[in-house]
């Protein structure tokens, strides 16, 4: 049974260009959350989905940041016009149901912006 | 927003030692999480905790969910060197219902052979 899937694991961008960062989660799992890692930080919650759906939002930035989970494919994290505050680990975890608190988190992608 | 006090920041202790590390917050939390976390991976579920008072052990790690559900704390008996890492408590706010952690800053261990 594999395991959360992110890609990529590292990915280098230039101030202004868009990154786009994958999340499959484990078998089964049918809730996704991301968070962000900065250096020597933990990890802050950044948006949670369920398929087709946003259902918790509160710690995504208001602008740029957009994330999707479709009925088909992985889930997506889009940053558009990436600045270089913007470099972090991106971390998604996913779990079997709400109620069940025990998320499994992926990798994690770098994202370094030039 | 709400925070997670987690100490101590590192330790650097000597194999076979045991180690105990905790979080505390003024809310109220109904999940406690412990991960381990090592340089360029993701975080890895140590143990998970669900009642107050729960006192929960996987192999030599060993953690409690505090009775006033507002603290937590791990140990690790007899460490060896492969302990090194960063541990993370999580947990899940009592007045939340999407499942979102909240971290807390990490205890970075180093283990001396």
């Known amino acids: 049974n594999a395991g959360v899937m992110q890609n990529p694991r590292h990915l280098v961008r230039r101030r202004g260009q868009e990154a786009r960062l994958r999340c499959s989660p484990m078998k089964g799992h049918s809730h996704v959350y991301w968070y962000r890692q900065l250096p020597e930080e933990g990890l802050k919650f950044m948006v949670y989905?369920?398929?087709?759906?946003?259902?918790?939002e509160s710690g995504m930035p208001k602008e740029r940041f957009s994330a999707e989970f479709p009925k088909e494919g992985p889930s997506i994290l889009r940053i558009q016009q990436v600045v270089r505050g913007d470099s972090a680990a991106y971390f998604c975890?996913?779990?079997?149901?709400?109620?069940?608190?025990?998320?499994?988190f992926g990798p994690g992608t770098r994202l370094t912006v030039l | 927003g709400q925070q997670l006090n987690q100490s101590p920041q590192s330790m650097f202790i000597q194999e076979g030692e045991d180690v105990s590390m905790n979080c505390t917050s003024s809310s109220i939390f109904n999940t406690w999480l412990w991960y381990k976390q090592d340089p360029g991976e993701g975080p890895v579920l140590l143990i998970a905790l669900y009642k107050a008072g729960e006192l929960t052990s996987n192999g030599r790690l060993t953690a409690q969910f505090g009775i006033t559900r507002k603290d937590s704390f791990l140990n690790i008996s007899a460490s060896i060197p492969s302990d090194v890492g960063i541990y993370f408590c999580a947990g899940q706010l009592g007045s939340s219902n999407t499942g979102k952690l909240i971290f807390g800053q990490g205890t970075t261990l180093q283990v001396k052979p």
């Open positions: 975890a996913s779990s079997v149901t709400r109620e069940d608190n025990e998320q499994f």
């Open positions: 989905l369920q398929k087709e759906n946003i259902i918790d």
